[in-house]
């Protein structure tokens, strides 16, 4: 029996991902993804960096990446993976809407400097929902993680 063979695609950069979600900053939360096996997973990255506009109020003088925006940064990263699915002409088209967050655990600070790599994959889809388990990890740790679903709709 052959092994069924899944197309990954190369490397995305921030333009490319806007191309595919509606974000921009200060709320587009991937800056760029290592992997897709569209549908199915992906691997983007987030570079924390001192000037993100949430450090200003999120624990001044011991800047914290607050837990919900690593939640956010998964749910993107999911985002491209669904969009990623459809065809090029199709993408500019369709909109990934938050639906539930479960599961959701934090276990070490994202400070500044630290690069977040979020790891997503679809646990299960019917119809226009999709369910996805994510994890994200600095420095091959892991930092938090949730399991999440969204709706697919064409944007208006």
């Known amino acids: 029996m052959e092994k069924e063979t899944i197309a990954k695609i190369p490397v995305m950069n921030v333009q490319e991902i806007m191309t ?3 974000h ?3 709320f587009l939360f991937v800056d760029k ?3 897709v096996v569209p ?3 992906g691997i983007g990255v987030k570079n924390i960096t001192a000037d993100e506009p949430f450090f200003q109020g999120h624990f001044p003088g011991n800047p ?4 919900v925006l ?3 940064a998964m749910a993107q990263t999911a985002g491209v993976v669904v969009v990623s699915s459809f065809p090029p002409e199709e993408q500019k088209g369709i909109g990934v809407y938050f639906m539930t967050v479960d599961d959701v655990k934090f276990r070490k600070p994202v400070v500044p400097g630290d690069v977040l790599e979020l790891h ?4 299960q889809a019917v119809r226009n929902v999709f369910k996805f388990k994510g994890e994200a990890f600095v420095d ?3 930092v938090s993680q949730a399991i999440f679903s969204a709706m697919i709709l064409k944007r208006k």
């Open 70 to 72: 690593q939640v956010e």
């Open 20 to 22: 595919m979600l509606p």
């Open 140 to 142: 091959g740790k892991l």
């Open 33 to 35: 993804m290592k992997d």
């Open 120 to 123: 997503v994959k679809k646990e």
């Open 64 to 67: 914290i990446m607050p837990g």
């Open 24 to 26: 921009r900053s200060p």
């Open 39 to 41: 549908g199915v997973s």
